[in-house]
């Protein structure tokens, strides 16, 4: 059976892969995973349908571009469609940008999933078991253990994450875009 290639990101740059492919473990309500990059916008899609309204987004850019710290920002109460929406406007370029960490939520529960840097991601959900059958279904393997990028990298193999820009935009613009649809930053904790 042939091994189905990892594909890298946009903004993701590693010379060689090795033996990553996507997967992810379970353990109780908590999912854990690396997905190639043509399986981010679709998990995050079967993550939305699985999840009670009212629904967030929330999008993590690097303060001052320095990729150390980061500023949060948040767009609460969403129903389903306008997540979807998101994901349809804005999925790729998300999905694709190598310094920015997306996810969405619940606000009515503690669900959320969170994907970040190195094309990994984490999930808490109530209905692990729906979500897992979506991972596999897209192609991602349930496994115990499992290699990450983070994995592969060494001085002679290292690891690169670049912002990427789409149509114009970056993941930079998108708090500014979403600012009338009530996308606003987190406060910082002192």
């Known amino acids: 059976m042939d091994k189905k290639k990892f594909v890298l990101c946009q903004g993701v740059s590693l010379a060689d892969t090795g ?11 908590n999912i854990e995973g690396v997905l190639s990059a043509e ?10 349908s699985t999840v009670k309204e009212p629904v967030f987004f929330f999008l993590e850019v ?27 406007c804005y999925g790729e370029l998300l999905a ?18 969170y994907f970040r840097d190195y094309q990994e991601f984490s999930a808490y ?3 692990p078991k729906i979500f897992a059958d979506s991972l596999e279904k897209l192609g991602a393997v349930k ?7 983070w994995d592969m990298m060494s001085d002679e193999n290292p690891g690169c994450l ?21 996308m606003y930053k987190a406060e910082e904790e002192k």
């Open 19 to 29: 033996a990553v492919a996507s997967a992810f473990s379970c353990c109780g309500e």
């Open 162 to 182: 670049t912002a990427v820009e789409l149509d114009g935009e970056t993941a930079f613009d998108i708090p500014e875009a979403l600012k009338g649809a009530g």
């Open 62 to 88: 690097p303060k001052d571009n320095d990729n150390e710290s980061y500023e949060t920002y948040y767009l609460d109460n969403c129903t389903k469609k306008v997540a979807q929406a998101i994901i349809e």
């Open 96 to 113: 694709g940008d190598g310094v920015s960490r997306f996810g969405f939520g619940s606000n009515s529960t503690d669900e959320e999933i």
């Open 143 to 149: 496994k115990e253990s499992f290699m990450t990028l």
């Open 125 to 127: 959900i109530k209905s």
């Open 39 to 48: 399986l981010i916008i679709p998990a995050a899609k079967a993550f939305i």
